[in-house]
């Protein structure tokens, strides 16, 4: 933790400290900042992967023997792009399939067919 969100996280720790609403929007924002920052390393370090390796052989054969259509080439980006993606659901997947909204609606479907069975049969 850098010094000065120390400093700021002791400096209003017992004014937020008991307000859940604080907490959850902290940790939310801590796991939005995480994902923002994989992907900007993501990006940093695939690029770079691509550029050396299309240039490593760029300039000695020709372009459609160099490394711009091995799959080598994009496979580090590939399998951490599925990473990154599961990264991506964890933070924002649990709004888009599972929101609160969605909970109150499927109690309330679930309760009307339970009482549609109950008046069916009286």
């Keep these: 933790m850098g010094d000065f969100k120390r400093r700021m996280y002791e ?23 995480g994902f923002y920052s994989h992907l900007r390393i993501y990006i940093i370090v695939n690029v770079i992967i691509i550029v050396s390796n299309v240039n490593s052989d760029f300039f000695t054969r020709n372009f459609y023997e160099t490394g711009f259509f091995d799959f080598r080439t994009y496979s580090t980006a590939f399998y951490w792009g599925i990473g990154l993606l599961i990264h991506a659901i964890s933070v924002f997947g649990r709004e888009w399939f599972f929101s609160e909204d969605w909970e109150q609606k499927k109690i309330q479907q679930y309760i009307d067919k339970e009482q549609a069975k109950a008046d069916k049969w009286e």
């Design 11 to 33: 400096d209003y720790r017992e004014e937020f400290s008991t307000d859940e609403r604080f907490n959850i929007a902290y940790k939310k924002v801590k796991r939005l900042k």
